[in-house]
């Protein structure tokens, strides 16, 4: 097991976001994370990785227990070290070219030389497809050819897991095209990935199983052929029936 959390819980004020989530990843999985807007999808994956911090709840990563309520700065560090994550809106550094923005984590947060760096960030942007871009700026790139440098910039790492917050949601079909193709190529390779998404031939195709969220906690889990195709709870099949509509 790469990664197990238990009875993950997260309130911002009197709102409950988190009510209890279990999840776990083995080495090689493609989990997507499945519901609504609102459903605590992306508090998930925030808490995981420690972008926000769970107000209780335990994470068992390598073989280490970590009390989420309690963990210290250095465990975090140890974790993160580990891990990448792609957000929705790129995030990359505007002052930077697509090169220097995969460079950036590995000579400031792991302290490489900087020709190591360069050829590690040349590597994993030939791996997304990039390389020809690798002098262009972020506003010089369509969105799929950001998000294409933030994956790279994650892979860079080399991490045991790789969190995807929705990484489509801002590209037309086209570019969206570009990305998921990027990320199956990875899911082909065996990276171990927890992908939060609304792309349901991802979740169906290349996802191993699929988690459906609703109001903070998990309605049903499984194999993502059994999921699509004979859900058990009626919940389920409610919100399979809503987003697969030609109307919807």
Known sequence: MVLEAKGIEKSFGSARILKGIDISLEKGDV???????GSGKTTLLRCLDFLEKADKGTL???????DL?????????DIRLKTGFVFQNYNLFSNMTALENVMEGLVTARGWDRRQ???KAMEELEKVGMAEWKDHYPIQLSGG???RTAIARALATEPEVIFFDEPTSALDPELTGEVLGVMKDLANEGMTMLVVTHEMGFARKVASRVVFMEEGRIVEEGESEAFFSSPREERTREFLKSIMSPLS
């Open 60 to 66: 068992f990563f390598d073989g280490v227990s970590h």
């Open 117 to 119: 760096a360069e050829k």
């Open 145 to 147: 050819q950001q998000q």
């Open 69 to 77: 309520s309690t963990i210290t700065r250095r465990e975090i560090r």
């Open 31 to 37: 989990v997507a994370v499945l519901g609504r807007s």
